[in-house]
């Protein structure tokens, strides 16, 4: 693996008075699951944003396999394999489920009954194919965030950015939902994911990357991170122990 | 809606535009040809409203701008230039587009209610300029040339109206570009993520709004010889559109038809027989498009689908949902 997929080069984002990501820098190497954790506000879903064209980087630059991408919209990124969900779940409400993954399917497949049979795959793979015609406003929370994982997998990404798809689930959906992101990696997916439930982050990254209050704190390995002091503290506060 | 469902709308419309090709065969008198053909042309209107407000979920009350741009396009190159009248109706078409493209890449930014506002600005702004430029006459309007040949204007109205309407059916119902617009209607910004660049979505969207309008305004100046900036460029007409797609059914192709007939049906039959009581021609209307927001919110092509594919009632098709909702 000569050259990471992803480099985050010093990326800093200032909102007025409010630093939210200061001075962030790490790398992704192709085919490993990097988990971003933090508590509240740390700057996850910011840097989220900036990595995914969301929001332009105060200081600092984005790289993704080896092009600066800093100042790419977000529909430029998606054609370069970039694909990402929403913490707060955004489908195509008065659409049925199969017309939203359609249109995330155009990108690579432009005409409409090629990006309907993409949709199809793209519905089995996600366990939504039963549900297909229905509106996508009248899914459960656990299908539509199956449908935002849905829509950024029809993207053919090389890359994908999940932002709490767990949250909110029940355990039998959440072990879903992690199978379903181990079947991703296991096609050659990079994935940077956020979550707060740390037995699924735990369990299911290869790498941990910890942001407070905007900084990054630690970085490493699921077992080296849970140890770092920085971060203990950063989670339970000064007097543990 | 299944594709079966679609195929069948697509059949039922060939037929009824098939009869309308024959209604001149059946109706002699002139004063119903020419009902029909402004019906014709409220149709036309209505479905260039339904594109940019039911399809992209923005409600334009400048619509009138587009109609009254190609009326005096088509009205002052025939006139002043001595171009013939279907070139320069093409022109007005073109003219139409043009607008588009410098009225939507300042306002198309704006969501909701400022959209609103902003292309009713505009539109007043258009009107105030042929009300004081010269070459358009000003207050006292312009006459075109006389044609009068009621079934001339009655095809010409047909094939402006028809052909839009097949046009938008394929890019809106069969091609990828109607799903687009849905999407950024929906949601703008999950639609970026998935590659979809809503700018240029709706700059063509707004485009393709005008073209259809702008003909039929200059079909319009053509067929009643004298034009003039109340007439064609008032608010009256974006209101008009508004009701006919709303009351029809917003976010499809059939609603403004039906909605379209059905309203202006209505209304010259009330001026025709019941002018003395003209002051409860608005209240009724008035009333119905209260009713139909209320009790119908897709429209009167609702209650069809509703019937037939058994859809629960807290489902509404979004359309009229989402632009009441994001005018909030």
Redo the contacts between chains.
């Keep these: 693996m000569a050259e990471p997929i992803l480099k985050v080069e010093h990326v800093s984002k200032v909102f007025g008075g409010l630093t939210a990501v200061n001075d962030v820098s790490f790398e992704m190497n192709a085919g490993e699951i990097l988990g971003l954790i933090g508590p509240n506000g740390a700057g996850k879903t910011t840097l989220f944003n900036v990595i995914?064209g969301?929001y332009r980087p105060t200081r600092g630059k984005v790289w993704f396999q080896g092009r600066n991408i800093s100042h790419k919209?977000?529909?430029y990124l998606?054609?370069q394999g970039i694909?990402?969900t929403?913490q707060v779940v955004?489908?195509?409400?008065?659409?049925?489920v199969l017309?939203n993954i359609?249109?995330?399917s155009?990108?690579k497949h432009?005409?409409?009954a090629a990006?309907e049979a993409h949709a199809w795959k793209v519905l089995e793979f996600t366990g939504l194919a039963d549900r297909a015609?229905i509106?996508a406003?009248?899914l459960t929370l656990a299908g539509r965030k199956r449908l935002e994982i849905g829509?950024?997998l029809?993207?053919e990404p090389s890359f994908l950015l999940l932002d709490e798809v767990v949250a909110g689930l029940n355990p039998t959906e959440t072990d879903r939902t992690i199978e379903l992101i181990r079947k991703l990696r296991d096609n050659g997916i990079t994935i940077l994911i956020v979550e707060h439930i740390m037995r699924v982050i735990m369990g299911i990254s290869d790498r941990l990357v910890v942001l407070n209050f905007g900084q990054m704190i630690a970085q490493g390995g699921p077992a080296e991170v849970a140890g770092n002091p920085a971060v203990i503290q950063a989670y339970l506060g000064e007097e543990h122990e | 809606?299944?594709p079966i469902s679609k195929d069948r709308r697509l059949i039922i419309s060939v037929v009824v535009f098939a009869a309308a090709v024959l209604l001149p065969a059946v109706v002699h008198d002139t004063f119903w040809l020419r009902v029909a053909t402004e019906a014709i042309m409220w149709v036309g209107l209505a479905l260039g409203f339904d594109v940019i407000a039911g399809y992209t979920g923005y409600l334009n009350f400048g619509h009138q701008a587009f109609f009254g741009i190609g009326c005096y396009a088509t009205a002052l190159l025939m006139m002043r230039a001595h171009w013939p009248f279907f070139l320069a109706l093409a022109a007005g078409g073109v003219v139409g587009a043009v607008s588009a493209l410098i009225i939507g890449i300042p306002t198309l930014r704006l969501r909701g209610a400022y959209f609103a506002i902003a292309t009713w600005a505009v539109a007043r702004a258009v009107q105030q300029g042929a009300l004081m430029a010269g070459f358009t006459g000003g207050p006292d309007g312009m006459r075109t040339s006389e044609y009068l040949n009621p079934h001339f204007f009655y095809y010409v109205m047909l094939g402006v109206v028809g052909l839009t309407f097949f046009v938008l059916w394929f890019l809106l119902e069969?091609?990828?570009f109607g799903?687009?617009l849905?999407?950024v209607?929906?949601?703008q910004?999950?639609?970026?993520?998935?590659?979809?660049?809503p700018t240029h979505l709706k700059i063509k969207a707004f485009i393709l709004s005008a073209i259809p309008t702008a003909l039929c305004g200059g079909v319009f100046a053509y067929w009643v010889t004298f034009i003039d900036p109340n007439s064609t460029l008032g608010d009256l007409l974006s209101d008009q559109a508004l009701v006919m797609v709303i009351f029809g059914g917003m976010g499809t192709l059939i609603g403004p038809v039906v909605g379209a007939v059905i309203i202006f049906g209505f209304k010259t039959v009330f001026w025709a027989y019941l002018s003395a009581y003209e002051v409860l021609y608005l209240i009724i209307l008035g009333a119905l498009i209260a009713a139909s927001v209320i009790f119908l919110p897709d429209g009167v092509l609702g209650i069809s689908f509703r019937r037939r594919s058994g859809r629960a009632k807290?489902?509404p098709?979004?359309?009229a949902?989402?632009a009441s909702g994001k005018e909030a």
Excluded at chain 1, 90 to 96: E, H, I, M, V
């Design positions: 995914s969301y919209p977000p529909y998606a054609g694909g990402r929403f955004k489908p195509f409400a008065g659409l049925s017309e359609t249109i995330a155009f990108l432009p005409r409409r990006a015609q509106p406003a009248s829509k950024a029809a993207l | 809606m299944t069969r091609a990828p799903l687009k849905k999407a209607r929906e949601d910004e999950s639609a970026k993520a998935l590659g979809l660049n807290q489902e098709t979004q359309p949902a989402a």
